[in-house]
């Protein structure tokens, strides 16, 4: 991690591609709020120009707010691809270019509901293939899960635990008689 003479550290942000909105989106919040640049996002405030004769803390407060606004919406053009780039370039600030992400890539309720029940319906449909290992049948039913966690919907872990189990292949009946 870098950290310029401003002491703005240079950590890498998480690049949004655009299929790993929900993801993305956690992360890039905390990456913000890790660099004091979150309200900026939220708040959007407008930095008020300087009055005739400022003092010094009045000069010091607005470099140190116009600073932060341009910190954010670099933070988050930095943290697009180069396509998702393109399309937010003209947003002219944080919150804007924030704004129009999630509407775009977020959707409404009725699209993210539509999405939890495809991801719901991939779920259930899950069979444990013969050439896979628990483990990894296991891992491809927890991705799929948090998948639907990440859209806001409860898919609890003894849902999971008991859709293993009873999907699991035939010569797995007695260790699982044995639990």
Same mark, same amino acid.
């Given at each position: !991690?870098?950290?310029?003479?401003?002491?703005? =550290?240079?950590? $890498?942000s998480p690049v949004f591609t655009r299929e790993n909105y929900q993801a993305w989106a956690v992360k890039m919040k905390a990456f913000l709020e890790g660099h004091d640049l979150w309200e900026v996002v939220?708040?959007?405030?407008?930095? $008020?120009?300087?009055?005739?004769?400022?003092? !010094?803390? *009045?000069i010091k407060l607005h470099k140190e707010r116009t600073t932060r606004k341009a910190k954010a %919406?670099?933070?988050l053009y930095a943290a697009?691809?180069?396509t998702i780039f393109t399309r937010i370039m003209k947003c002219d600030s944080a919150k804007v270019i924030w704004d129009f992400l999630k509407e775009e890539y977020e959707g409404d309720e009725k699209i993210r509901g !539509?999405?939890?029940?495809?991801l719901l319906r991939e779920f259930e449909r *899950? *069979? !444990? %293939?013969?050439?896979? =290992? &628990? %483990?990894?049948?296991s891992d491809r039913l927890v991705g799929i899960a948090d998948k639907i966690r990440v859209l806001g919907t409860d898919l609890r872990d003894d849902r999971l635990v *008991?859709?293993?189990? &009873?999907?699991?292949p035939e010569k797995f009946e007695a260790t699982i008689a044995s639990l």
């Open positions: !991690m870098e950290t310029g003479s401003s002491g703005f =550290s240079m950590m $890498a939220e708040d959007d405030y407008e930095v $008020a120009p300087l009055p005739n004769n400022p003092t !010094m803390n *009045q %919406k670099s933070c697009v691809s180069p !539509m999405k939890v029940l495809n *899950q *069979q !444990m %293939k013969e050439s896979e =290992s &628990v %483990k990894e049948y *008991q859709k293993i189990l &009873v999907s699991l």
